[in-house]
């Protein structure tokens, strides 16, 4: 956890991504404790030129009361909220926090870049699909111990059968296929929204985004003319989504 050294308001957490800046068109942030103050939590996202963040400021996120649970932004608009934007060469971006009765504190932050699908998954599929890990020891008396590891994970199998590019001029082959590019052919872990409309927080704002890592291979064999097949499995990362209810 990153956190300043007093609860003067408002904090802000900086960001120096050097030269020559990335890219994003979303935001996330993943543990805090902002869901635990009395006081009504603001946090905005803010990008500039420079160091100072007297030059070429905007404010590209927002939420007016933050509380329990993650927060991913996906529509980056100016103004924070009016429309989904996108944003290269950003060297020097801010969290601001405003109206704590105690010190923040934060645990994760992502700037990202979205890969969306056309369609959802392939049916058969189990959009609840939990796990938990245990280990349990039986004394010869017959008593059960059981040691929990985790609980509420969520699992996603998934498959997908892209036909490339569709009347939105979406095509999840080049998806799928750019996506696990990004990921570094599936070794390192990303962000997963099932379903952006259903889980909306509020427009553009989800609480529902589980940081998952992906097996570490793609095959797309072709199943036709046009037609391929793929099957992907994620599984969540701690924290997870359900213990923050």
Request: charged content about 20%.
């Given at each position: 956890e990153t956190m300043p050294d007093n609860s003067t308001t408002p904090n802000y957490l900086l960001f120096d991504f050097g030269t020559p800046g990335i890219a994003f068109d979303s935001v996330a942030i993943v543990g805090h404790n902002f869901g635990s103050m009395l006081t009504t939590v603001s946090v905005d996202i803010q990008i500039a030129n420079d160091t100072a963040f007297s030059s070429g400021l905007r404010t590209v996120a927002t939420l007016a009361s933050m509380t329990?649970?993650?927060?991913?932004?996906?529509?980056?608009?100016?103004p924070a909220g009016a429309s989904f934007e996108a944003y290269t060469g950003v060297?020097?971006?801010?969290?601001?926090?405003?109206?704590?009765?105690?010190?923040?504190?934060i645990g994760q932050v992502i700037f990202g870049t979205r890969y969306q699908m056309s369609q959802r998954s392939n049916v058969p599929y189990d959009d609840q699909e939990f796990h938990s890990n245990v280990v349990d020891f039986v004394s010869q008396g017959g008593h059960l111990s059981r040691y929990v590891r985790h609980s509420g994970r969520r699992d996603f199998n998934l498959a997908w059968t892209p036909t490339g590019a569709d009347a939105y001029g979406l095509d999840d082959l080049t998806t799928l296929r750019s996506w696990f590019s990004a990921i570094e052919y599936g070794t390192k872990p990303f962000l997963f929204i099932d379903q952006p409309e259903a889980e909306k927080h509020a427009t553009g704002i989800t609480k529902q985004a589980h940081y998952v890592t992906?097996?570490?291979?793609?095959?797309?064999?072709?199943?036709?003319?046009?037609?391929?097949?793929?099957?992907?499995?994620?599984?969540e990362i701690a924290p997870f989504v359900s213990s923050e209810d």
């Open positions: 329990t649970g993650r927060v991913c932004w996906l529509s980056l608009g100016i060297q020097y971006a801010r969290i601001k926090i405003t109206g704590v009765d105690r010190v923040p504190t992906a097996a570490p291979d793609l095959a797309l064999p072709a199943k036709g003319p046009s037609e391929r097949s793929g099957a992907f499995s994620f599984s």
